[in-house]
C-alpha cells in the first residue's frame, strides 16, 4: 500500500512538473521561426572566353577580396596584341616617311617661290613673258596643295595611329579581365566549373558569401505585424545543444509585403488556411557557430521584456 502512495505522488509530481515546464514555455514562445541563410551571396563569372587554365578554388575555402584565383587562356589575344604592334610599326613607318616627303616638298616650294619672285623682277623690266610668270605661280600653288594634301595623310596616320593603340589598350584589359579576381572576403558555398572547362561571361563559377553575418528567414502571422517593424532589434535564438539555445541579437532586415501560405512540403487543407508572412533578421555570425540551413528563431525584445 505504501509502494502504491509513493508511486502516486511520484506520478503527480512528474505532471506538475511538466505542467510548470508547460508554462514557463508559453511565457517565452518565439515569435517567428526559420532557417539561416548568406546575408549576401555572390556569384562569380568570368569576363572572357576561354579555356579555365588555372582555378583554385574549393567549397568552404575562405578567400580574401582580390585575390587572382583563376586564369582564362590569352593565347588569342596575346597574338592579336601582336599583330597589332606590328601594325602599329608599319604605320609609323608609313608617318616617318610621310615627313620626309613633307620635307622635301617644303624644300621644292622654297625653290619655285625663289624663282617666282625672279620671274616677277624680269616681268616688271618686260625681261620674262606672261606666260613665265603664269607657269611659276602655278608652280608654287602647285607645291603648296602638295604639301597640304601629304599632311592630310599625316593626319589620317596619325588617327590611324590613335585608334591601333586603342585597340591594344582593349586586348591589354581584355588580358586584365582574363585574370579571374575574387570581388569579397568570404567562404565559398558552392562551386560550378573545373579547371580545363570553357568559361564564358555569365557563366557561374562559383558562388562566394562572407559568412561573418547571416540571415534568418522566418516566418509571422498576420497577429504579429503591427509589433514589428523595419530596423527593430530582436533577440535570435539557435540550438545550443539538445536542452540549452544559443542568444545573439539581431535586426529585422526586410518584411514581406505579401502573405503565403505556411511553408511545408504537405499541407492539409485546414493548415493551407493559415497565413504567415516571410522576414528576414540580420544576425551577426563572427564566431561562426551558426551554419547556413540551421533551424532558428527570434522573440521581439519588447514582448520579451513584458
Not at 539561416?36 to 569576363?47: L, N, P, R
Request: glycine share 6%.
Amino acid at each position: 500500500m505504501k509502494m502504491i502512495k509513493r508511486i502516486s505522488l511520484f506520478v503527480l509530481a512528474v505532471i506538475f512538473a511538466a505542467f510548470l515546464s508547460s508554462c514557463s514555455n508559453q511565457g517565452t514562445l518565439s515569435d517567428g521561426y526559420g532557417n539561416f541563410d548568406a546575408h549576401a551571396e555572390v556569384i562569380v563569372s568570368s569576363q572572357t572566353m576561354g579555356e579555365l587554365l588555372q582555378f583554385n578554388v574549393e567549397e568552404g575555402s575562405t578567400l580574401k577580396a582580390g585575390q587572382v584565383v583563376g586564369l582564362v587562356d590569352t593565347t588569342q589575344l596575346h597574338l592579336k596584341k601582336i599583330v597589332l604592334r606590328n601594325k602599329m610599326k608599319t604605320v609609323a613607318s608609313n608617318r616617318d616617311n610621310i615627313n620626309a616627303t613633307i620635307a622635301v616638298q617644303q624644300q621644292q616650294l622654297k625653290i619655285s617661290e625663289i624663282n617666282q619672285r625672279r620671274i616677277q623682277n624680269l616681268y616688271r623690266s618686260k625681261a620674262a613673258t606672261q606666260k613665265q610668270l603664269d607657269d611659276i605661280n602655278g608652280m608654287v600653288e602647285l607645291n603648296k596643295k602638295q604639301i597640304s594634301a601629304t599632311q592630310t595623310r599625316k593626319k589620317n596616320i596619325y588617327t590611324e595611329l590613335q585608334s591601333i593603340k586603342a585597340q591594344i589598350a582593349q586586348v591589354d584589359e581584355s588580358i586584365r579581365q582574363s585574370l579571374v579576381t575574387n570581388p569579397v572576403d568570404g567562404t565559398v558555398l558552392v562551386k560550378y566549373a573545373e579547371k580545363g572547362e570553357l568559361a564564358a561571361p555569365g557563366k557561374p563559377l562559383y558562388k562566394i558569401a562572407n559568412l561573418k553575418t547571416l540571415e534568418l528567414k522566418a516566418y509571422i502571422s498576420g497577429s504579429q505585424l503591427s509589433h514589428i517593424k523595419i530596423g527593430q532589434k530582436v533577440k535570435v535564438y539557435y540550438d545550443k545543444n539538445k536542452k540549452a539555445d544559443s542568444e545573439v541579437n539581431g535586426t529585422i532586415l526586410w518584411i514581406s509585403a505579401q502573405a503565403e501560405f505556411t511553408p511545408k512540403t504537405i499541407q492539409t487543407k485546414q493548415e493551407r488556411v493559415d497565413l504567415v508572412y516571410a522576414v528576414k533578421v540580420k544576425v551577426p555570425n563572427a564566431g561562426g557557430a551558426i551554419k547556413i540551413g540551421m533551424p532558428g528563431e527570434f522573440r521581439i525584445i519588447s514582448q520579451q521584456s513584458k
